[in-house]
Nanobody, 117 residues
Framework: QVQLVESGGGSVQPGGSLRLSCAAS????????MGWYRQAPGKQRELVAA???????NYADSVKGRFTISRDNAKNTVYLQMNSLKPEDTAVYYC???????????WGQGTQVTVSS
């Protein structure tokens, strides 16, 4: 069982930056691939960025070059650095943990990101 707690969301003007954090507890962090998803009103949840247990990363085309995912295994935390934010980045952002063997998936409660002038 893994508990995921996101933080760092908020409101920012276009072009601004935010850093999201997701703290994991309850299991061995290194056994999980981690990801950030987002869901805007009226839209499906979509993958934003993912990082494997070995720290390989991949990104949605819409955020490449602007967002960076990273993980600190000593702190059981995954981060999403978001730069050059656009109004279309407005969404609830969710942290996701996927066990590398059992494929069991856990979700955080979500954190709101609003980009508006």
């Amino acid at each position: 069982q893994v508990q995921l707690v996101e933080s760092g969301g908020g409101s920012v003007q276009p072009g601004g930056s935010l850093r999201l954090s997701c703290a994991a507890s309850g299991s061995i962090f290194m056994l999980y691939n981690m990801g950030w998803y987002r869901q805007a009103p009226g839209k499906q949840r979509e993958l934003v960025a993912a990082i494997t247990s070995g720290s390989s990363t991949n990104y949605a085309d819409s955020v490449k070059g602007r967002f960076t995912i990273s993980r600190d295994n000593a702190k059981n935390t995954v981060y999403l650095q978001m730069n050059s934010l656009k109004p279309e980045d407005t969404a609830v952002y969710y942290c996701n943990a996927n066990h590398i063997v059992t494929m069991v998936v856990y979700w955080g409660q979500g954190t709101q990101v609003t980009v508006s002038s």
